[in-house]
């Protein structure tokens, strides 16, 4: 059974995240959601994909969307910034998520 992803962030790592899922290079996955607050990069990154996933630039669209709900996965690929405002909510929605950008576990207050 596939695992649906989400990606939050269609930078070098996003981006290419995303691509290996269209690709099937990472196996058992289906790449569902792109969201990034700048529209330009989700178009270069969605333009790239063979499936055409969902495109978010708002954040709270995206965590409201019925397309959210079928998320296994969320995959926070964008900032430490995007992790520490992101992670909870998405947490609070009972997601499961992967931080690529570890730094925001450094900040302990």
């Given at each position: 059974?596939?695992?649906?992803?989400?990606?939050?962030?269609?930078?070098?790592?996003?981006?290419?995240?995303?691509?290996?899922?269209?690709?099937?290079?990472i196996p058992n996955c289906s790449l569902s959601i792109i969201f990034d607050i700048d529209?330009?990069?989700?178009?270069?990154?969605?333009?790239?994909?063979?499936?055409?996933?969902?495109?978010?630039?708002?954040?709270?669209?995206?965590?409201?969307?019925?397309?959210?709900?079928?998320?296994?996965?969320?995959?926070?690929?964008?900032?430490?910034?995007?992790?520490?405002?992101?992670?909870?909510?998405?947490?609070?929605?009972?997601?499961?998520?992967?931080?690529?950008?570890?730094?925001?576990?450094?900040?302990?207050?």
């Amino acid at each position: 059974m596939e695992k649906e992803i989400a990606i939050i962030g269609c930078g070098v790592i996003g981006s290419e995240l995303a691509q290996n899922v269209d690709n099937k290079v990472i196996p058992n996955c289906s790449l569902s959601i792109i969201f990034d607050i700048d529209s330009k990069k989700l178009k270069t990154v969605h333009d790239k994909l063979k499936n055409k996933p969902t495109l978010f630039s708002n954040f709270k669209e995206f965590i409201d969307s019925p397309q959210f709900n079928q998320i296994d996965l969320v995959i926070e690929a964008a900032s430490i910034n995007a992790a520490s405002m992101y992670v909870f909510d998405i947490l609070k929605k009972g997601k499961d998520i992967m931080i690529m950008s570890i730094g925001v576990f450094s900040d302990y207050n």
